[in-house]
Structure formats: structure tokens, C-alpha cells
């Protein structure tokens, strides 16, 4: 049971780029999160998928989107990368409480 | 998002004090969790609350759900060393987790 797995850990990208944050978790939960981690600012919502086939936006979803893939599965795409959105990326998934991937250190250049 | 006010925003303190963080909000939330975060890592759960009113306890450490069931605290008995990090509060309110923007607690030997 590995929880909530993220990945890559850490990501360089210059200002432009896409890519894709991938997040799985292997306790059934329906409910799936993504939020990002900036200084001084805790812990903001950017979008979260409520069960299989739904996703909503959260606190800050401008420049992001998500796909719930399956049940496991909740991916955060960054099509056009800016340096606004050089931060930490925590996924998670709730059940009763919620529980924490390890994060993923983006940095946009 | 709703608007968590936690404090203090960071405390330095002696191995073996007490330490006490409060978080208030401006609204209802059916739920407040603790979380601690080390360096490079993602939050992890201390307390789950689920009812005004409820006080809980997770070995040196005591939280609890306000009567209003807009606050919350948390305390720590005896500090050591490894209590350093920082500390979240977050409440519940449907489908999204709302943070606080932390306390980082330093303890000196």
C-alpha cells in the first residue's frame, strides 16, 4: 500500500513549455486534490475531482488542467508553463481525512 | 477558498515548553484537521476532529474542535527536537480542504 505517489519529484521547464503532473493513489478513495505550495501562502487549491468523471476548480485553476483518468488517477496539466507557476505541487486523496503524495519541485524558468 | 487565520505565524521555543497554535475562521467547517510538514516532504496528519465541541489527543499532543465550530487548537506538550516544522490547520467544508497559511515552530535543545 504506497498511499499517494507522485510524479516526477522535481521539474525544470522554461516559460512555454508544457507538461503533465501525474498522481495515483492506491486506497480507493473517490475524492482526488491538486494543490500548489508557495512561501507564506500555505496550501492553495488549484483543482479536485469529487469522484471518477467529475473535476472542479478550486482557490487558483488559471493556466492549469486536470483529467481524472480513473479511479486511481488525477494528472495536472500545465499546457503553456510560467514562471508564476514555479512552485511546489502536493496532490491528495480523502477519504475520511486527507492524505498527502511527497510533492512535486517545479520550477519555471 | 475560506479564509484561515492561524496563528502564531512562528515560535522559538526551549525543549520541554509548551506550545499551543490556533487557527479561526470566518466560517462553519464540519471538519478541521492538524497536519506537520518537514522540509521536502508533505503534510502529514496529527488530529482529525469531526465534532464541535471534541477534544482529542495523539500521544503528547491535544487539539480541539471549538463550540462555534469556527476555531480550532492545537497543543504540544514537552517539546523535543523533532517537533520542529510547521504546522497546518485545515477545515473541511464539503469537498475542499481550506489551510492555514502554517506555524513554523523552531525548538532549541
Known amino acids: 500500500n504506497a498511499g499517494v505517489t507522485q510524479t516526477p519529484k522535481f521539474q525544470v521547464l522554461k516559460t512555454g513549455q508544457s507538461m503533465t503532473l501525474q498522481c495515483a493513489q492506491d486506497?480507493?478513495?473517490?475524492?482526488m486534490y491538486w494543490y500548489r505550495q508557495d512561501p507564506g501562502m500555505g496550501l492553495r487549491l488549484i483543482y479536485y475531482s469529487a469522484s471518477e468523471g467529475t473535476t472542479d476548480k478550486g482557490e487558483v485553476p488559471n493556466g492549469y488542467n486536470v483529467s481524472r483518468l480513473n479511479k486511481r488517477e488525477f494528472s495536472l496539466r500545465l499546457e503553456s508553463a510560467a514562471p508564476s507557476q514555479t512552485s511546489v505541487y502536493f496532490c491528495?486523496?480523502?477519504?475520511?481525512?486527507?492524505?498527502f503524495g511527497p510533492g512535486t519541485r517545479l520550477t519555471v524558468l | 477558498g475560506q479564509q484561515l487565520n492561524q496563528s502564531p505565524q512562528s515560535m522559538f521555543i526551549q525543549e520541554g515548553e509548551d506550545v499551543s497554535m490556533n487557527c479561526t475562521s470566518s466560517?462553519?467547517?464540519?471538519?478541521w484537521l492538524w497536519y506537520k510538514q518537514d522540509p521536502g516532504e508533505g503534510p502529514v496528519l496529527l488530529i482529525a476532529l469531526y465534532k464541535a465541541g471534541e477534544l482529542t489527543s495523539n500521544g503528547r499532543l491535544t487539539a480541539q474542535f471549538g463550540i462555534t465550530r469556527k476555531d480550532s487548537f492545537l497543543n504540544i506538550s514537552a517539546s523535543i527536537p523533532s517537533d520542529v516544522g510547521i504546522y497546518f490547520c485545515?477545515?473541511?467544508?464539503?469537498?475542499?480542504?481550506?489551510f492555514g497559511k502554517g506555524t513554523s515552530l523552531l525548538v532549541t535543545p
Open positions: 491528495a486523496s480523502i477519504s475520511d481525512t486527507q492524505y
Open positions: 486506497m480507493n478513495h473517490n475524492s
Open positions: 466560517s462553519i467547517f464540519n471538519t
Open positions: 485545515a477545515g473541511l467544508a464539503g469537498y475542499a480542504l481550506n
